[in-house]
């Protein structure tokens, strides 16, 4: 028979199995509880539950009565792969002491949509549901993720309940958004987006070695145009770079991404710059990365362009055109070259063995680490999520098996994250 359990498993099983490449090294195996209060935004803590169990995370739904009446019980069991406990979690607490076990065995609360009622409660220590008991009897951070209408957001009694708890060194808020509300009015009230409760989730539980510093990501292709329609550019999606600014973000760090033109998005928390041709990208790098510890140059920056821009459309009419070529400036090179130059991470994308271009490219560009890839093997190219890459620096090279771009971002980051502590020690000699 297929059961609500069952399919709850099966559910979970194809969530995870479609999303393997997607744990979260911070996630992975830990038991999140998922506290939902009732508001309209409690559907959106679906999609929630969905990134944490890709992840890895265990979920436990607890909804309170009124949230209930939003989304039901069976929704949040079907994709947390366990029953959802509602209310006060009476039926549920079978021999144990449920308020208690969820608070102990948790690495982290996450209340979504926490509405004005719960935020309330919350910062009173109110404990007449299980949602509020569970939060009251844990020790792990607590994230709050408010949701109501502008007016109770703005009025000064939730203002100072958010206040209160945000001086709790346990509790941090995510949003509440600006934009338009289920009640019709515009203002900030809206929950946070599920993937920036997530992104805050995941920064929570990941240690932060990189706070306290400044890097720069670049990322993407760039374009350089030909007429006013057609421009030459390279296959690069940017997903490198996005991963590199995504994780330096979950480790603390300040990011600015410097990002050409593309379909993806930008990952939240980090500083975003839109850039379009490769002298754009040059200006944008030269201004950011002033102060910054570290330069990540993840971007496949055109090496030529064309030396004219034609004005309009060129028109077959006109015959064959003859399109002329000149060098673009050497982004990296031009910063290896300062005086007082941040540690820089070149790319080579090469097409057959990536060693000795690497290892030119370190000197010739005066890089502290060269991440290059046969960009002609299966899942090591451009477009994909997955990467094969050599770590290369003036101690030799490092093969790092086939991994995700997050993965292949951490394993660099670790490598950034000790060359700038190790700069901060000659510093202080
Ligand atoms: N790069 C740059 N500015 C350019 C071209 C490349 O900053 N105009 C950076 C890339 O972002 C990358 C690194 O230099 O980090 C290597 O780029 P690549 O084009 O592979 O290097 P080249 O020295 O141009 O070598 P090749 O002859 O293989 O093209």
Redesign the pocket.
């Known amino acids: 028979m297929y059961t609500a359990q069952g399919f709850a498993l099966g559910r979970r099983e194809e969530i995870l199995g479609r999303g393997k490449e997607k744990l979260v090294r911070a996630l992975e195996g830990k038991l999140v509880v998922l506290g939902v209060s009732g508001g309209i935004s409690a559907y959106r803590s679906c999609e929630l539950v969905r990134l944490l169990v890709k992840a890895g995370a265990e979920v436990q739904a607890v909804l309170t009565d009124s949230a209930a009446r939003f989304v039901g019980p069976l929704t949040f069991q079907a994709l947390c792969g366990r029953p959802a406990a509602v209310g006060c979690g009476v039926e549920m607490a079978g021999a144990g002491m449920q308020h208690i076990d969820l608070g102990r065995e948790s690495a982290l609360v996450i209340v979504a949509p926490c509405t004005a009622n719960t935020l309330a409660k919350l910062a009173c220590g109110l404990a007449d549901n299980l949602l509020c008991t569970t939060v009251l009897a844990s020790t792990c951070p607590v994230l709050v993720a408010p949701a109501m209408n502008s007016r109770m957001w703005a009025n000064p009694l939730s203002q100072q309940n958010a206040r209160r708890l945000e001086r709790l060194a346990r509790f941090h808020l995510v949003g509440p958004a600006s934009g338009s509300l289920a009640c019709g009015e515009e203002g900030t009230g809206r929950m946070a987006e599920p993937e920036a409760i997530f992104e805050s989730a995941v920064r929570l539980l990941t240690s932060a070695d990189l706070a306290g510093c400044k890097l720069l990501v ?1 990322a993407g292709p760039t374009r350089e145009p030909i007429d006013a329609v057609r421009f030459l550019s390279n296959r690069s999606s940017g997903r490198m770079g996005l991963a590199l600014a995504r994780q330096a973000a979950r480790r603390g760090a300040e990011v600015v991404l410097v990002l050409g033109p593309g379909e993806l998005e930008p990952p939240p928390g980090v500083q975003c710059v839109r850039v379009g041709t ?1 002298a754009e990208m ?1 200006t944008a790098v030269r201004k950011h990365a002033r102060g910054a510890q570290a330069v990540l ?7 030529f362009r064309p030396r004219r821009r034609v004005e309009g459309k060129l028109k077959k009419a006109a015959g064959m055109p003859r399109i002329e070529l000149e060098r ?7 910063l290896g070259r300062g005086k007082s130059r941040p540690i820089l ?6 097409s057959g063995d990536p060693l000795e ?1 690497a290892r030119s ?1 370190l000197e ?2 005066h890089c502290d680490l060269i991440v290059a890839n046969d960009v002609s093997l299966p899942g090591a190219g451009f477009e994909v999520e997955t990467n094969r890459v050599h770590l290369v620096d003036e101690g030799g090279a490092e093969a790092l098996p086939m991994m995700s771009k997050d993965e292949v971002a951490e394993r660099v980051l670790d490598r950034v994250a000790a060359l700038i502590a190790a700069a901060g020690k000659r510093r202080a000699r």
Not at 345 to 350: M, N, S
């Open positions: 670049t490769a040059a140059m993840a971007a496949a920056v055109a090496d673009t400036d050497d982004i990296l090179a031009g991470v070149g790319f080579a994308a090469e271009a490219k010739r560009k």
